[in-house]
Each structure stands twice: as C-alpha cells, then as structure tokens.
C-alpha cells in the first residue's frame, strides 16, 4: 500500500502564491512519474503537471509559466516527495488538487492517488 500525504493547500488571493507538498512512501524504483491532478466538483479531473524520475516536467497549458513541479527523491529510496509551486494564481486555479503517483509493479502500472488538498483563489 502506497502512502501519500499531501499539505500546502488553502486561501489565496488573485496573484498570490502557494506551494503543495506531497510525500509518498514507495520505493523510488518503481516510480515513473509523480504529479499533479485537480478536479472541481462536476467537472472531470485534469492534468496539472507531472514529472519523471529523470525529472522531465510537463504541464498543462493553463499553467505553463506559472506553476513548477520539482521532486525530492529520498536518500533512502523509499520516501520521495514532490512539490508544486504555484505562483500567479488566480480564480480559474481554485479546486482540489491530487497528487499522483504512476509506478510500476510486478503486475503492470498502478496508479496512486492523495487525498486531495483544496485550493481556493480569491478575486
């Protein structure tokens, strides 16, 4: 079972910053990529940003420029955390963020999700 704890998340204004964190307890060998996913009520869950063990980062249009996803792999190997920061928020950025992790297992790619942490941007 793969743990992951994610904090960071809360109130903003238009144009503030914060900054997610999300540590997962999985061996940094089976990991291929860590990331970020949000979804607000009704409406389906999107890509924010991922990274590759090699770190290699994508993101979503909506966010390029703005956010960056970095992670801090564990010197022993088991628990490796990412970060997002988000600066220029804005409204459009409220929403519950998730962090993923996709890793490898004996029996294919499995997908590992947080709990979710709320953001909400204030105009």
């Known amino acids: 079972q793969v743990q992951l704890v994610e904090s960071g998340g809360g109130l903003v204004q238009a144009g503030g910053s914060l900054r997610l964190s999300c540590a997962a307890s999985?061996?940094?060998?089976?990991?291929?990529?860590m990331g970020w996913y949000r979804r607000a009520p009704g409406k389906q869950r999107e890509l924010v940003a991922t990274?590759?063990?090699?770190?290699?980062?994508?993101?979503?249009?909506s966010v390029k420029g703005r956010f960056t996803i970095s992670r801090d792999n564990a010197r022993d190997n088991v628990k490796n955390t990412v970060y997002l920061q988000m600066n220029t928020l804005n409204a459009e950025d409220t929403d519950v963020y998730y962090c993923n992790v996709e890793r490898s297992t004996p029996w294919g790619k499995r997908n590992d999700w947080g709990q979710g942490t709320q953001v909400t941007v204030s105009s």
């Open positions: 999985v061996s940094i060998f089976s990991i291929n990529t």
């Open positions: 990274i590759t063990s090699r770190g290699t980062a994508t993101y979503a249009d």
